[in-house]
Nanobody, 119 residues
């Protein structure tokens, strides 16, 4: 069982920055794929960013087109934490952000953290 706990959400003005954290209960080096989804009111959950790691290949990242160049996903294996640095935030980035991880073909989710961007 893997537990994921997000933090770092809040209220920020447009153009501002936030950094979300996702702390895992196990070493994240063993979680092949981790990432962030978000869900705005009345909308479907959408992928924001993913990070895939492997012992035999270079780590890869992917981003939704809407956040490319503004958001950066990263891992800190020493802290067992996944981050999402969000810059140049826009009101349309307002959503609940969820961390997830896929390990041994099982997907684990965090409880979500609210991000609100005011115009």
């Amino acid at each position: 069982q893997v537990q994921l706990v997000e933090s770092g959400g809040g209220l920020v003005q447009a153009g501002g920055s936030l950094r979300l954290s996702c702390a895992a209960s196990i070493g994240i080096f063993s979680i092949n794929t981790m990432g962030w989804y978000r869900q705005a009111p009345g909308k479907r959950r959408e992928m924001v960013a993913t990070s895939t790691t492997s012992f035999t290949s270079i780590d890869t990242t992917n981003y939704a087109d809407s956040v490319k160049g503004r958001f950066t996903i990263s891992r800190d294996n020493a802290r067992n934490t996944l981050y999402l640095q969000m810059n140049s935030l826009k009101p349309e980035d307002t959503a609940v952000y969820y961390c997830y991880g896929i390990r041994l073909q099982t997907t684990y989710w965090g409880q979500g953290t609210q991000v609100t961007v005011s115009s």
